[in-house]
């Protein structure tokens, strides 16, 4: 028995090491072939060290006004996602209603759809109402396809709250929203900073939706700005796709690290309802 458990447990141990070794080696080549003056597609140590990679992309038609306008839409999508995520929640977490479930299963479907699937449409109701190659039709576009996924995250997080909470303030006067804002809210910090992150990180990476909806060179956002390393023929610059794919993501990793703390905390309600 003990030989069985050691051969299992080694056996996992290798399978969970190979898991790691194929997310990792991209990661690696990716860094590596940022400062390699003669990067291609191997993982290598490169024979030298030089940042005339991220100099050569460190412009603003390259790298500055395309980040910039990544952090415009993502930023605003995403505070427009929580905020509206939050509002919607709410009375799903606390009322009981007979089309709670309907709404819920509604808006479950909704995030089963393909994305692909729903541009035409969404591009000739843009086209109609002027929204088309505008900044403000795509924050709209991305915090609507992001919203259903984000209510359900935010509902699961805010059912955690005692409801006993809010009728305490309730009792001294303050009406719904105040308990939702100064209560709930705060209480359920790592909720809303889950629901941050992974709104902000799956707009950051979507390629197809500015695409789409934005004409406009200069109104592209990163995401999309990154396909003009590859060339017609075949030709691509790899040590600079890979400086750029760093400052890419740099963003998402400063936001993960801003919010690490409320990630990795519980939920402040030790000893709230007691006595």
Not at 106 to 129: C, D, E, G, H, Q
Not at 232 to 261: C, D, E, H, K
């Amino acid at each position: 028995m003990p030989r069985k458990r050691t051969s299992r447990r080694l056996t996992a141990d290798a399978a969970l090491l190979l898991v790691a070794a194929a997310f990792a080696l991209p990661l690696a080549w990716v860094v590596l072939s940022a400062v390699d003056p003669h990067a291609d597609l191997r993982v290598r140590v490169p024979d030298g060290f030089t940042l005339a990679n991220f100099r050569a992309v460190l412009t603003p038609d390259i790298t500055y006004t395309p980040l910039l306008n990544s952090l415009v839409l993502c930023g605003c999508a995403t505070a427009l996602t929580v905020v509206c995520a939050a509002l919607a929640a709410y009375p799903l977490s606390r009322f009981r209603s007979r089309l709670n479930r309907p709404f819920l299963l509604t808006i479950l479907f909704a995030t089963s759809l393909p994305i692909t699937a729903i541009m035409v449409p969404v591009y000739a109701l843009f086209v109609r109402v002027n929204l088309i190659d505008t900044m403000q039709g795509t924050i709209l576009f991305f915090a609507a396809s992001q919203l259903p996924f984000a209510i359900w995250l935010m509902k699961n997080f805010m059912d955690g709250v005692p409801r006993e909470l809010e009728e305490a303030a309730w009792t001294d006067g303050a009406s719904a929203l105040q308990s939702l804002l100064r209560i709930v809210l705060p209480l359920m910090g790592p909720g809303v900073a889950v629901v941050t992150v992974f709104s902000f990180v799956t707009m950051w990476g979507n390629f197809f939706v500015p695409f789409m909806l934005l004409l406009t060179p200069d109104r592209m956002p990163a995401s999309v700005s990154i396909n003009d390393f590859f060339g017609n023929r075949g030709m691509v610059a790899y040590g600079q796709l890979a400086a750029f794919s760093v400052l890419y993501s740099t963003p998402v990793i400063l936001l993960y690290v801003l919010v690490a703390r409320r990630l990795g905390g519980g939920f402040a309600l030790g000893g709230a309802v007691k006595g």
